[in-house]
């Protein structure tokens, strides 16, 4: 069951920190889903990245600290779960796939950690 933690934290840890780039960078397409159909301002794009690398830092320690594990994949449950609400707030319903993976890989992350702490 470990092994599988660790596959799902280092899949999920690799996504985060490639999403926090492109925020960072503010890539186009980042911009236009994020920026544009959301409504999500450009000057909270450097908050966004930094939850999401925080995240992926807090589920890669959390492998060895299984508390921190338990609580940075609980965050970003709800951190996705927020993205999620947050398009479907604005009727943005065909970039709602945008956060779904994320978010099934953080539950992943977040249930299996419980399980194996």
């Not at 236009?32 to 908050?47: Q, S």
Request: glycine letters at 8%; hydrophobic letters at 65%.
């Amino acid at each position: 069951m470990f092994i599988a933690l660790v596959i799902a934290t280092v899949l999920l840890a690799a996504a985060l920190v490639s999403s926090a780039s492109m925020k960072v960078r503010k890539n186009q397409q980042a911009v236009a889903v994020i920026g544009d159909a959301v409504g999500v301002p450009l000057r909270f794009f450097p908050v966004l990245a930094f939850l999401e690398v925080a995240g992926a830092a807090g589920i890669l320690v959390g492998l060895w600290l299984e508390p921190l594990g338990v609580l940075a994949a609980a965050c970003l449950v709800a951190y996705f779960v927020g993205a999620a609400i947050g398009h479907l707030r604005v009727g943005d319903t065909e970039h709602l796939t945008m956060p779904l993976p994320p978010l099934v890989l953080s539950v992943i992350v977040l249930v299996v950690r419980l399980v194996t702490a």
